[in-house]
């Protein structure tokens, strides 16, 4: 059945069988623009469209995001395919611009970043195929995680209270902060760590057209001192942003080292003693230091002292931590 947004005109194509178990009428959000879109179902009884779920939380709250996540396009999926591609030797970079192809709006950006002066080409280069030859595989990789992030995650959230933009910036600190982290505690994940540092906080966006329509009982439930987003999200909704994100990054198969790492970034104990975790929880909480597109509660978390055991981190570090992080937010603003 193809069902249209209202507002913003986003097309979707839902198995009718799959509209029917939900009963004779249906109803969830635009991921594109949040409107709530409900619609009847024809042939079934007249018994009113589905009560709107501003009281529905836990179990039943959940299955109805992952309903609706499911429909959606995944979009991380053209960078799974341009990293399976990358992981075969056998691949050219022919094989590489095919699947970012597939992907018009992502491959424009992926030109469009190719060609500023960071990566100063001599002259501009007009096709995927031409700039993977000329900038290699694994940086037109980075480029392309870039883009499908930077797609992802730029948009205003204001059900977080986040401007358009701050999601981004938070995203890209953490980014280099993992990096930066691993780099120097766990080198041999420090690709991982910069991908799942940048999309740690996805489940945000899926989280933030329901968090908008409780706005009233999120902000009373924030006006005492000390309490997060967090602990909102698990008191009104029954469950938090970063298990929402976990079950639908398995949907989208992100391999499961990171999908973990998302999962524990606010409670690492969850991964036990998983290094890519404990690195990207703490690369979180520095970048929530810095301040930058932190919103609201930026200064509500802390680093949990088993991963500072682990991680072996002082605060000297954490200072110089801090810094990378602003500074790879500079750079790769100008960038994107
Ligand atoms: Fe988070
Ligand atoms: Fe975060």
């Known amino acids: 059945m193809i069902i249209t ?7 979707y194509d839902i198995p009718e069988e799959r509209l029917r178990l939900q009963g004779s009428s249906v109803a969830f959000y635009c991921q594109a623009c949040g409107n709530l879109i409900e619609i009847k179902l024809p042939g079934k009884g007249a018994d009113g469209p589905p009560p709107k779920d501003s009281l529905v939380s836990g179990d039943a709250l959940k299955k109805r995001i992952l ?21 075969n030797e056998r691949s050219s970079f022919r094989d590489l611009a095919r699947i970012i192809e597939t992907d018009q709006a992502i491959a424009t950006r992926v030109l469009k970043m190719a060609n500023s002066s960071y990566y100063g080409l001599v002259s501009k280069v007009t096709s995927i195929q031409h700039a993977a030859a000329l900038l290699g595989m694994k940086t037109l ?6 883009a499908c992030a930077g797609t992802l995650l730029e948009q205003e959230l204001l059900g977080y209270g986040l401007m358009t ?15 930066s982290l691993a780099a120097k505690k766990r080198p041999h994940i420090t690709d991982d760590a910069f991908t799942t540092g940048l999309i740690h906080d996805c489940g945000k966006i899926i989280l933030d057209p329901y968090i908008a329509e409780r706005h ?7 006006e005492p001192e000390g309490t997060s987003f967090l602990d909102a999200e698990k008191e009104l909704l029954g469950f938090d942003h970063a298990e929402i994100a976990s079950e639908v990054c398995r949907k989208w198969h992100i391999p499961e080292n990171m999908t973990l790492a998302i999962q524990a970034h606010h409670k690492p104990s969850l991964a036990g003693g998983d290094e890519l975790a404990h690195i990207v929880h703490a690369a979180d909480a520095i970048a929530l230091m810095t301040g930058i597109g932190s919103g609201i509660d930026g200064m509500k978390y802390e680093i949990d002292v088993a991963v500072m055991e682990s991680l072996e981190l002082n605060s000297n ?15 790769a603003l100008e960038l994107y």
């Not at 947004?5 to 097309?11: D, Q, R």
């Not at 933009?165 to 990096?179: E, F, I, P, Y």
């Not at 009233?216 to 924030?222: E, K, T, V």
């Open 67 to 87: 309903m609706t996540v499911e429909d959606l396009p995944p979009m991380p999926q053209v960078a799974q395919k341009a990293r399976q591609v990358i992981a």
């Open 216 to 222: 009233d009982r999120f902000m009373a439930f924030l």
């Open 5 to 11: 947004c209202a507002l913003c005109k986003k097309v």
């Open 141 to 146: 990789n980075d480029l392309l995680i870039f």
């Open 317 to 331: 570090e954490i200072g110089l931590h801090m810094a990378s992080a602003l500074e790879f937010v500079e750079e």
């Open 165 to 179: 933009g701050d999601l981004w910036k938070h995203s890209l600190a953490t980014a280099g902060c993992a990096r």
